[in-house]
């Protein structure tokens, strides 16, 4: 059984910045691509950035490139999204996605977290 647990959540002002964090725990042989996703009243999920198993590749959506940072502690199975100058269009519930595999001869299984609540008034 694989847990996660988002943390860091909150309401700021526009302008302002946020750390989201994300631990993994559980039986993990091995951590790989690890993501934030955010969904918005009446909206869909969206990716809002990922990083791969080595750290030294990342993705971001075009609408919060050069204002959020996502990075890892492989040795805490931990990932992080530093957010800055946040928008009220930023405003979701923000959810942590790891794909882990539980041991060598097995696959990568998707888990989610359940999700915090990122408010940026104007």
């Known amino acids: 059984q694989v847990q996660v647990v988002e943390s860091g959540g909150g309401l700021v002002q526009a302008g302002g910045s946020l750390r989201l964090s994300c631990a993994a725990s559980?039986?993990?042989?091995?951590?790989?691509?690890m993501a934030w996703y955010r969904q918005a009243p009446g909206k869909q999920r969206e990716l809002v950035a990922e990083?791969?198993?080595?750290?030294?590749?990342?993705n971001y959506r075009d609408s919060v490139k050069g204002r959020f940072t996502i990075s890892r502690d492989n040795a805490k199975n931990t990932v992080y999204l530093q957010m800055n100058n946040l928008t009220p269009e930023d405003t979701a519930v923000y959810y942590c996605?790891?794909?882990?595999?539980?041991?060598?001869?097995?696959?990568?299984?998707?888990?989610w977290g359940q999700g915090t609540q990122v408010t940026v008034s104007s």
């Open positions: 559980g039986s993990i042989f091995e951590i790989g691509t």
């Open positions: 990083i791969l198993s080595s750290g030294s590749i990342t």
């Open positions: 996605n790891v794909r882990v595999r539980v041991s060598l001869q097995t696959g990568y299984n998707m888990y």
